[in-house]
């Protein structure tokens, strides 16, 4: 799951606001490059870097292990390493699932991520608000969303096309 490092935030530093969190995404919808400044607070990238051990231990690619846990592809037995495999979804196949790790944001700020059997899955479910919103579940029908896609660079996850969804809930 690419360079693990890279997404944590300092300690001490502020949950990113939902004002920010626009900002960083109107930056990156106009450069399409560099760092957002988004990342993990420090307890949850230390939650990420020991599942992601577990899961090289168990799987013989963290895709694989993507495949299994978010599109519910069976698994099977790699006779050469012994290690848990699967097969990759419909290219149609869309999920949407809370972020397991998410971005250091504000309490009041949901960090899903919605992840797609193909790029062209994923760039039609993303094309504008209705599109999305169609993917989204009733709890989170009324609320304020932002999205994006992180340049290939910076993305933890390769090989999955997937989309960081932020909600923020109408006062």
């Known amino acids: ?31 399409g490059q560099g760092s957002l400044g988004l990342g993990r607070n420090p307890q949850v990238q230390n939650e ?26 069976p698994t099977q037995v790699d006779p050469d390493s012994g290690l848990l495999t699967a097969g990759p979804p419909a290219a149609t ?42 993917h989204l579940p009733v709890a989170l029908a009324g609320a304020d969303l932002l999205w994006f896609v992180n340049p290939p660079h910076l993305q933890s996850v390769k090989g999955i096309p997937h989309a960081h969804i932020f909600a923020r809930l109408k006062k």
């Open 48 to 73: 990420f870097r020991n599942t992601m051990a577990g899961v090289r231990q168990r799987f013989k690619s963290p895709n694989d292990y993507l495949f299994n846990r978010v599109f519910d592809q």
């Open 93 to 134: 196949s869309l999920r949407l699932r809370d972020n397991d790790f998410p971005y250091d944001v504000t309490p009041d700020i949901r960090h899903c991520v919605l992840w797609a059997g193909s790029t062209d899955a994923l760039q039609g479910a993303i094309a504008n608000e209705t599109s999305l919103r169609r």
């Open 1 to 31: 799951m690419g360079d693990v490092g890279r997404a944590v935030r300092r300690d001490g530093a502020a949950p990113i606001t939902w004002d920010e969190l626009r900002d960083l995404v109107a930056v990156l919808s106009s450069i």
